[in-house]
């Protein structure tokens, strides 16, 4: 499931309790009762375990809150969730996007936020009613997305609220005032703000990143540019086995090599920016099936060579480069193309998935001539998938393929049909919700 989008909002309120006497401390001035909504849906909901009497609002401080929103802003807003079975050993990624993390002895609800460089999706998980604790949320049933910026301006008045609430007590120079105004001298700084967007990207808290780290992006500031270095950051790696060095510089040596191809755009028209990136994805894939004149048929792998001005036995035996990402990059108006490793056990689909989502990141940014695939999760790995996934096997007839019998069976025939993975069927009809969660992890393939 790929969360639900209405107009985008986000807001965190405090109703303020009446200050104690003596009032010394910053938790003690900014205790009341708050209350974090998102698109109207109000996150902070919860029941008490003693009188079974529901809530809107929790009796908190609004202080550590704002000092962890303000200490882990950069982390927060732009480094992408981890792939695969990285996030259950995060411990430092969830300690920056959870915000349980803010602690101080309150018991907080169980919201995350993961970015993708535009949008936000917001994570609110229930807590059991069989727990010990004095109350629980109830969460919310989808994901909620909101607008990068909409989240942005939000945290931001929900800092100021709490810094002007001491200011009102006369405490006019506490931790959080410094780190704010850090935070803004950092953020009109435009280099600086791209330093510091870079360090999150990579898992780094600010100033922590390895000087041989920066003066590698450095460099690579003089090939790419700051959208797509950034976007090639998201796939660098920090853990023991992969250096973003090392990264980096594959990524620089395939801007200068590849599969010589052409690219004329068979779709000119401007997408809308403010839709979320699956929807984006899917609308392309329509939208191109119905120019090309095939809207429910298996697209043959000539087809989609043809798009790049390629062969199959090219792509076939290109030397992959990389595992986790590939730069493919326009010079002189030819397209060269780089694609990742496959596994062995689906190469020629991969393949196919890979050469779609190459399509679709042509079609989708038009005035780039530089393209990132990778395993990240940031909008535009998102549009890519969706798009591939879409294109190459439209949910329409997937599902009028299985029929409403999904098991492993017909998912693997129907991936057979349309010369895609099984994983591909079973992920798209997750998204769409024509199987949960929990059904598509007790698949087999």
Avoid at 65 to 85: H, K
Avoid at 113 to 134: A, C, H, R
Avoid at 231 to 258: R, Y
Avoid at 416 to 444: C, G, R
């Amino acid at each position: 499931m790929e969360g639900t989008m209405s107009e985008s909002s986000f807001k965190i309120s405090m109703q303020w309790a009446p200050p104690f006497t003596p009032c010394d401390t910053e938790e003690e001035i900014s205790l009341g009762d708050m209350t974090i909504e998102a698109n109207e849906q109000i996150l902070t909901k919860n029941v008490s375990s003693i009188t079974e009497s529901l809530r809107n609002s929790i009796r908190v401080s609004s202080y550590p809150l704002a000092l962890w929103f303000t200490a882990y802003w950069w982390r927060l807003l732009y480094e992408p969730i981890p792939s695969g079975e990285q996030i259950e050993k995060s411990y430092s990624w969830k300690n920056s996007h959870s915000l349980a993390s803010a602690n101080s002895g309150y018991i907080w609800p169980n919201i995350s936020f993961i970015p993708d460089g535009q949008f936000i999706t917001v994570i609110s998980s229930q807590q059991f009613s069989d727990s010990k604790l004095p109350l629980f949320y109830l969460g919310s049933k989808d994901a909620i997305i909101v607008d990068n910026q909409v989240f942005i301006s939000a945290i931001k008045d929900f800092i100021k609220l709490t810094i002007d609430r001491l200011n009102d007590f006369k405490k006019n120079n506490t931790n959080l005032h410094t780190l704010f105004m850090q935070l803004n001298n950092e953020m009109e700084d435009e280099d600086f703000a791209l330093y510091r967007r870079v360090e999150a990207l990579l898992g780094y808290d600010p100033d922590e990143a390895p000087d041989n780290v920066i003066e590698k992006i450095e460099t690579a500031l003089k090939i790419f540019n700051k959208r797509i270095l950034t976007e090639l950051i998201s796939a660098c790696s920090i853990n023991e086995t992969a250096s973003p060095i090392a990264d980096l510089e594959s990524a620089i040596s395939m801007s200068k090599t590849g599969v010589k191809g052409k690219w004329t755009n068979p779709l000119p028209i401007k997408i809308k920016s403010n839709m979320p990136p699956w929807e984006t994805g899917r609308f392309l894939a329509k939208k191109l099936r119905t120019a090309i004149g095939n809207t429910d048929k298996k697209i043959e792998t000539k087809t989609l060579c043809d798009f790049l001005g390629i062969t199959a036995k090219e792509i076939s035996n290109s030397y992959p480069a990389h595992d986790r990402f590939s730069v493919s990059h326009f010079n002189d108006d030819k397209l060269y193309i780089n694609l990742k490793r496959e596994s062995s056990s689906y190469y020629s689909t991969g393949r196919r998935f890979q050469i779609s989502r190459l399509i679709g990141s042509l079609l989708a940014h038009t005035d780039e001539n530089i393209f990132i695939l990778s395993d990240c999760k940031t909008y535009s790995q998102k549009l890519q998938r969706a798009f591939a996934a879409e294109f190459l096997a439209p949910i329409d007839e997937v599902k009028n393929f299985i029929q409403k019998n999904v098991t492993t069976e017909t998912i693997g025939k129907a991936a057979d049909h349309f010369s895609v993975s099984p994983q591909t069927i079973a992920h798209s009809l997750t998204n769409h919700e024509i199987i949960s969660k929990s059904q598509l992890s007790e698949l087999v393939f």
